[in-house]
């Protein structure tokens, strides 16, 4: 099991043990919870088991208070490394029937394989392994839904910083001097649900998980945690990187069902007050750059959405609302900008540099070909880029690479390496030279 794998895994443990984590609990709510979980129906990675017993619950839960996140990946298998693959007949014939047959179960496939061989052939194939086989090679087709839609509910949080909405909305085009063309922006934003406060907003020049990643760090250092963050399904959101840093803060990343965007009324309300009240506003002199655009925007948030009264607040401004909850906010951690980081594998070239991010940066001397692990916020790579080793666990820097000052810089002797006088291999051993011999018969003897 590689280590995208283990992390999948933890990230589904601790999204079962999400509330039992993130607030404290009452006098027999934790056995009313652990009763739910093992009721409930779950989709397990890496296996066809729907139910988590008690006691599982339990063991993950201390593993999670004695270790935190890292606590919740699975172990290393005794066994690993040793071959559990189903033989090649036996592939071929599964996924022949699992074609011709899409909709039959995994059982009555085994037992068709089962039936297929000769007479007195005994074939044990436990349904774990074939299940997984036909699900990395011939996965079943969807089955049908019921497209029946509760009723949505109006609700709101107890407290500020026990939701965030995240959204991201089309902004203006920057008028880009000296181009013909408009660079589009977007809008990424955060709204606390108690207190209607925007921890952080800004506008981007892309919707990516880059700046999505840049957003929420800039709102924890501001506003201090959410302990759940409601997103929809958009590939910012979906992001490995995104769950292993809302697993390691202790924060519950929620997602809305696809295709029914209930929940996010608040961030949508917001957002129609930015395009009425904000960008009306906005002139050609706030659009010459990003920049300049943030500034007035930030100061427009500040000064006049958060402390104007809100009609959801029974006429309290964002601000007020959420000072009164001051102390149920979670600070963030002072390492929070470290723990943002995101963390890639490249191979190092035999010239010493790696790409990051479609740029080139530079190791130290002894690290061409090795595997290593970068470290570094997507949105500022001219922040600090930092590495190590697999497995090692002190970091070094990496440098952008600069082609013009190694250009200047005397190439290092390799070691042992001697400088020598070319000579041909044929004049040393035999003391003929060939060129020697056509010069003298095109030239004549010399006088």
């Known amino acids: 099991m590689d280590e995208k794998q283990a992390e999948t895994i933890a990230v589904f443990r601790y999204g079962v043990l999400r509330d039992l984590v993130s607030r404290p609990m009452a006098p027999g709510e934790k056995e009313q919870r652990l009763a739910q979980i093992a009721s409930h129906e779950w989709t397990i990675p890496g296996t066809t088991r729907r139910h988590i017993g008690r006691s599982t619950a339990r063991d993950w839960l201390a593993l999670y208070e004695l270790h935190g996140f890292a606590g919740l990946k699975p172990a290393t298998r005794s066994d690993a490394g040793s071959s559990r693959t189903l033989p090649a007949s036996v592939q071929a014939l599964l996924l022949d029937l699992r074609a011709a047959r899409p909709r039959a179960s995994v059982d009555s496939l085994i037992r068709a394989v089962q039936l297929a061989q000769e007479p007195g052939v005994s074939l044990r194939l436990p349904r774990s392994t074939v299940y997984r086989f036909l699900k990395a090679q011939a996965p079943p087709p969807p089955g049908g839904g019921d497209d029946r839609r509760p009723d949505a509910r109006a609700f709101t ?194 010239d010493r540099t790696v790409r990051l991010e479609g740029r080139l940066f530079e190791t130290p001397d002894g690290w061409a070909g090795e595997k290593i692990e970068v470290f570094y916020d997507p949105y500022d790579l001219a922040a600090k880029v930092t590495f190590k080793g697999r497995g090692e666990r002190e970091e070094m820097a990496l440098r952008r690479l600069d082609l013009i000052t190694n250009a200047r810089l005397p190439r290092p002797a390799r070691p042992g390496e001697k400088v020598a006088v070319a000579t041909s291999k044929a004049e040393a051993t035999t003391g003929i030279s060939y060129l020697e011999l056509v010069a003298s018969r095109f030239y004549g003897p010399e006088k």
């Open 157 to 350: 949080h107890e407290h500020a910083g026990d939701l965030w909405t995240a959204d991201v909305m089309h902004g203006p085009r920057l008028l880009v001097k000296g181009r013909g063309g408009r660079d589009k922006t977007y809008l990424h934003a955060f709204l606390d649900d108690a207190s209607r406060i925007v921890p952080f907003a800004a506008f981007y020049r892309s919707e990516n998980a880059a700046c999505f990643t840049d957003c929420f760090k800039q709102a924890m250092l501001r506003r201090g945690m959410p302990r759940r963050l409601y997103c929809d399904n958009g590939a910012p959101y979906r992001t490995h990187h995104l769950q292993i840093v809302c697993a390691t803060l202790n924060v519950s990343l929620i997602h809305s069902r696809p295709y029914q965007p209930r929940g996010r009324g608040k961030i949508e309300r917001f957002f129609r007050h930015v395009r009425t009240a904000f960008l009306p506003h906005v002139d050609a002199a706030m659009l010459r750059d990003l920049g300049a655009l943030n500034r007035v925007f930030w100061a427009w948030l500040e000064g006049e959405y958060h402390q104007t009264p809100h009609r959801g607040l029974e006429g309290k401004t964002p601000v007020e609302r959420f000072l009164e909850d001051q102390e149920h906010v979670r600070p963030a951690p002072e390492t929070l900008e470290r723990m943002m980081r995101m963390k890639v594998v490249r191979r190092v070239g035999r």
